[in-house]
């Protein structure tokens, strides 16, 4: 019998470190290309979209709280609905998903670095720049022409409202390359993650003993090349139609707006994977830890994610029944939509079964994962509904569309999210966060999520289309749309709890040790926060828990792998 | 360091942990996320073909780059022996050899502009003619724009071998540069069916 060391990495030599003038801290930022400083810049950039994002959002809410409001102008209201879906999935959603698993996935595969550590500060730095030039619009779009500052054209961006005659000055410009520049940012980032994983493994790390989280990750990250290129190769084809006066989307010389509409959703609709893929990461590895179980279905979790990846190529023109399609390619989306929801069953499933007959520990972070897991399933049942074309030529386009979609975004990753930070976070400082604030928050969001997006689908049912500005009393939405504002006041409570635990903890959270929730992944086996090295000599293992067996070397996981 | 910080075994381990060359693997990612953006371009092409309301057509103006397509497809064979003289250590066959993959690509770049040179003054073809034009310079311009990034790259080699500083051990960085000529090739072969043959 030989030996492996797990915890070897920790190096107990460490001295704390000294203080140091501010502006060596900033340079040595500035400058990294350290996966871990690289990731929580990605974290630290999507936090700050998000107070912008939410910022926009509130606004929003408060121009639809009553009827013929007159809080924003429609045409500020346009630029509203439409930097807040951009930023959002974007400068948010992107970036804090990246984020961790730049942060993670080389720390779970017992790696010291991602394969192209500068290509990783290429990408963080090109697409926090991309975010800066998407609000740079508002002073600098008016252009030559004095003409719009914000983009305004939705967050889909259909042509031909976005031609140069329709969307004079520059705020369109500003959009496109914005998407284009982030773009660039996430194909380098994804590049970066799959050939990690591939190639910077440690000792006895084979594919089939990753930790699920990487499986996602890999997933996600090949789902990127496929998905974020073809909306990569539309903004080239829309800057050429607006300045070199090429006739992609000119319906005037013959173009097609439709052509436009199936290259955002191919596009759109696996992107709305890429961000899934991963929150389900996080509750695969939450789950377990705080079920005290080992994850159920392993292989199965990894089909599954692996069959989302591929049939989520195949579902983008559900977001197109409106449009015209015709019967067969309507069948065709209607049945590929369907067949999706079976792997994404599937998950649930072995989720449940992994909590089931289990001793679970309602901390924090397994409140989250519980409020996703019912939330989840209400956005897919929504998503049925909608990816059924009869019942979509009633409702696209409505406040149930729009409903269901944040369901999948604020109630699926943005819990799952929450789940995460709460679970890392002790990693990332050091640090517990506090439990009471964590609480708090989940109670006050959970309440918050559910007044505004539970309701937000009866206004929708009712006949409100998305993206007006106002609308007149006595249609039976002024209510609704009361209690939908009413929701985002808690949501911004919650949110509040959640920024100043984040920060209060920072100094004053209890000691977390290096490995606080007795978990089983190899990000544990290192000091909290990990040394720039990660390890101080790289770990070897045997099975997909290898703390367990570590911890437990009478009854090793490697006995039943 | 803390004790106890061993796990049992069952069996040893018996093939040596060796994983796959970075360079490679994320080449081939690079190659799987521009083969999306050229499939846009592609589609776009063949969903055009045909519905340009003016002239001029594809039969009229566009003649086969015979020429051209044989010196791009060659490039590919001179940058495969390049690589193979690197890897064998035959530091002066590694550089004739990338010195014919960059006049190769060179020739093949100058026939794409004279073509467009003729395209543009003889015939009036311009990206804002119409449909056929704006999907023709575009494809055909995405593809050559990516000949451009290779053949800077394959001078970069080219400098630094003339200067001596390109050793054995530097096999596998050429390679993954190979990988990229390759598949720029590849989607020569694409873009050459569905332009000048399907499309005419």
């Known amino acids: 019998m030989s030996t492996t060391h797990v915890v070897d990495g920790i190096d107990e030599t460490l001295t704390p470190q000294q203080s140091r003038p501010p502006l060596s801290v900033v340079y040595e930022w500035l400058t990294t290309v350290d996966h871990k400083k690289i990731g929580l810049m990605y974290i630290g950039l999507a936090l700050i979209f998000l107070v912008v994002g939410g910022v926009e959002a509130v606004l929003m809410r408060i121009q639809l709280a009553i009827p013929n409001n007159h809080f924003v102008s429609p045409q500020a209201f346009n630029q509203l609905f439409t930097m807040h879906g951009t930023t959002m999935i974007f400068f948010v959603a992107m970036p804090v998903l990246f984020g961790w698993g730049n942060y993670l996935v080389p720390l779970m595969i017992g790696a010291r670095d991602m394969a192209f550590p500068r290509l990783n500060a290429f990408s963080f730095w090109v697409s926090a720049f991309a975010g800066v030039l998407l609000y740079f619009s508002y002073v600098g779009a008016s252009g030559l022409y004095a003409a719009g500052s914000a983009p305004d054209v939705g967050w889909f961006a259909y042509a031909p409202l976005t031609a140069k005659v329709f969307s004079p000055g520059h705020s369109t410009d500003y959009w496109t390359l914005a998407v284009f520049l982030s773009g660039i940012g996430s194909i380098g980032t994804a590049l970066n993650i799959v050939t990690t994983i591939i190639c910077m493994r440690c000792k006895g790390m084979k594919m089939s003993r990753m930790p699920l989280l990487v499986w996602l990750y890999l997933v996600m990250s090949g789902l990127v090349f496929v998905t974020i ?52 990461a996080f509750i695969n590895e939450i789950v377990p830890v705080f079920s005290r179980k080992a994850i159920f279905g392993y292989p199965a979790m990894v089909a599954a994610s692996v069959g989302i990846g591929f049939i989520s190529l195949s579902v983008w023109a559900h977001h197109m029944f409106t449009v015209g399609m015709g019967a067969a390619a309507n069948t065709f989306f209607v049945f590929a939509t369907m067949v999706i929801s079976v792997p994404t069953g599937i998950k649930i499933f072995n989720w449940l079964a992994t909590i089931w007959g289990g001793k679970v520990i309602f901390a924090t972070p397994m409140l989250f994962c519980i409020g996703f897991l019912f939330q989840f399933l209400i956005a897919g049942l929504t998503g049925i509904m909608l990816g059924s074309a009869p019942f979509d030529w009633q409702l696209g386009n409505s406040y149930f569309v729009v409903a269901h979609f944040h369901y999948v975004i604020v109630g699926g990753i943005l819990f799952a999210l929450f789940a995460a930070f709460y679970y890392w976070y002790p990693k990332v400082t050091g640090r517990m966060m506090s439990e ?126 | 360091m803390r004790d106890a910080a061993t796990i049992p075994i069952a069996s040893p381990q018996e093939t040596p942990w060796k994983l796959p060359y970075r360079g490679t693997v994320g080449m081939a990612c690079l190659i799987v996320a521009e083969s999306a953006i050229f499939v846009i371009f592609v589609v776009a092409y063949i969903f055009y073909m045909g519905k340009s309301l003016t002239g001029p057509t594809p039969m009229q103006v566009l003649e086969l780059p015979i020429f051209g397509t044989i010196c791009l497809l060659s490039s590919s064979i001179t940058v495969h022996f390049a690589v193979a003289a690197l890897r064998k250590g035959k530091l002066r066959g590694c550089t004739g050899w990338t010195a014919g993959t960059v006049l190769l690509g060179s020739i093949f770049l100058i026939t794409t502009g004279r073509e467009w040179y003729h395209l543009i003054y003889d015939e009036g073809l311009t990206i804002q003619t119409n449909l056929f034009g704006t999907t023709y310079y575009s494809l055909v311009g995405l593809h050559a724009t990516h000949v451009v990034v290779g053949l800077i790259m394959l001078s970069l080699v080219l400098g630094f071998s003339l200067f001596g500083l390109v050793k054995e051990e530097h096999s596998e960085k050429l390679e993954t540069l190979s990988l990229y000529w390759h598949f720029v090739d590849a989607v020569w072969v694409v873009v050459f069916t569905v332009v000048y043959v399907l499309g005419r």
Not at chain 1, 250 to 267: K, N, P, R
Not at chain 1, 503 to 514: D, L, N, P, R
Not at chain 1, 528 to 550: E, Q
């Open chain 1, 229 to 280: 290129s073809p909306l990569t190769a539309a903004q080239i084809m829309l800057t050429m139609d607006r300045y070199l006066g090429a006739h992609f989307f000119d319906t005037q010389a013959g173009g097609s707006a439709v052509l436009w509409m199936h290259f955002f959703w191919i596009f759109g609709h696996p992107e709305v994977y890429v961000l899934i893929l991963p929150s389900f």
């Open chain 1, 436 to 561: 009471t604030l964590g609480k708090w928050h989940f109670w006050l969001f959970v309440i918050g999520f559910h007044l505004t997006f539970d309701f937000m689908h009866i206004p929708g049912l009712l006949g409100m289309p998305r993206r007006i500005y106002t609308y007149e009393a006595g249609r039976g939405w002024e209510g609704w749309n009361m209690i939908v504002g009413i929701g985002t006041i808690f949501q911004t409570a919650g949110l509040l709890c959640f920024v100043f635990n984040l920060v209060w903890s920072y100094f004053k959270g209890k000691e977390a040790g290096h490995d606080p929730w007795d978990a089983w992944t190899l990000e544990w086996s290192t000091t909290s926060p990990p040394p720039d090295y990660n390890f101080a000599s790289l770990p070897a293992v045997n099975s997909r828990r290898p703390l367990w067996d570590l911890k437990h070397p009478e009854d090793p996981d490697s006995d039943y792998e």
